[in-house]
């Protein structure tokens, strides 16, 4: 693949997560009723949260704890240029330890991280929680092995256990990976369709019930963002938030604006939904996808895309080292 193309893929994935976050903080907790009422009609651009949610301490633009710890997990894979649970470990706790505020993380993570901070090893830190809490930091993950699936596969796993356990939360992680490992290798002959039923196939040993879930979405494309994400489910369970993402990308799979607004429109863990849609999107039709004013305006946008572009360097010089040896 053209490596011009791949870096755009690489960018795309790390800052159209971070836009997704930044459009979903402020309509976390809310339902659709909800959003409208606070902000007076359906978000269509950064916002700052109401007045009394708990991320109105955030300017417009901002991103949540998603976006922190998928920096962290990207950054650990740059400076090692391998998978080191023990330095994926470690990033976690210095972000549990040095965020003030912490921008609504997920109590699973945070527990999960309490352990980590009175001793416990990271093969010991995991709690059994079914959110999507180990999930959205998975998408480095699936961009530095793209080319290595059975290598992705325990990468993914060991990451995932330090925090989450449960069946549910390792297939969830699974499949995010997987799928942005599909995303960014894909032609124009490639149906996003097929790439999400070879996800399924992926986690189904894992978790039956997440494979029928994302098997189930492709069928329901067919059906409004409204409807469809209601008969999902649009909480941080991980059965809900990893099929609404997909159902989203789905639906409008190169057009970033339509994907992310229909998932953060829908409330509740609409950080992690929109964080999660935009990154598929930006896996699949690169950084061009994403439009230039949330691209630029996002939280440290130059960041974002350097650490794509590292993370991108990087994988791409391991993949050469894997061809020659």
């Known amino acids: 693949m053209d490596p011009k193309l791949l870096t755009s893929r690489f960018v795309g994935t790390i800052v159209g997560f971070a836009v997704g976050d930044a459009l979903g903080m402020p309509a976390q907790f809310l339902t659709r009723d909800q959003i409208r009422r606070y902000y007076g009609k359906h978000i269509n651009g950064f916002v700052r949260a109401h007045d009394g949610h708990a991320s109105d301490f955030l300017p417009a633009g901002s991103y949540t704890d998603e976006t922190q710890m998928l920096l962290a997990t990207a950054e650990g894979l740059i400076e090692c240029e391998k998978m080191d649970p023990a330095r994926q470990a470690d990033a976690l706790l210095s972000w549990y330890l040095n965020t003030v505020p912490h921008r609504t993380p997920m109590r699973s993570n945070l527990r999960a991280c309490k352990h980590l901070c009175m001793g416990k090893a990271w093969t010991k830190s995991g709690i059994f929680s079914a959110s999507c809490g180990a999930a959205i930091r998975m998408a480095p993950l699936g961009l530095f092995f793209h080319h290595s699936p059975d290598t992705l596969m325990k990468a993914v ?169």
């Open 157 to 325: 796993l060991d990451d995932c256990i330090i925090t989450h356990t449960e069946p549910r939360a390792r297939a969830a992680a699974v499949a995010v990976a997987f799928l942005v490992a599909r995303l960014v290798q894909s032609t124009e002959r490639c149906s996003p369709g097929d790439q999400v039923l070879e996800t399924a196939d992926r986690v189904s040993p894992i978790d039956s019930d997440m494979a029928a879930m994302l098997r189930w979405v492709i069928q329901i494309t067919h059906l409004s963002p409204e409807e469809a994400l209601f008969e999902i489910g649009c909480s941080a369970d991980a059965l809900e938030a990893i099929p609404a993402a997909t159902y989203c990308f789905l639906k409008y799979p190169r057009q970033f604006q339509h994907a992310v607004l229909a998932a953060v429109n829908a409330g509740d863990a609409a950080d992690s939904i929109g964080a999660l849609t935009g990154g598929f999107v930006g896996a699949l039709a690169g950084i061009e996808a994403i439009p230039d004013a949330w691209r630029l305006n996002v939280e440290n946008s130059d960041l974002l895309v350097g650490v794509g572009e590292s993370l991108a360097t990087v994988a791409l010089a391991r993949r050469v080292r894997s061809m020659t040896n």
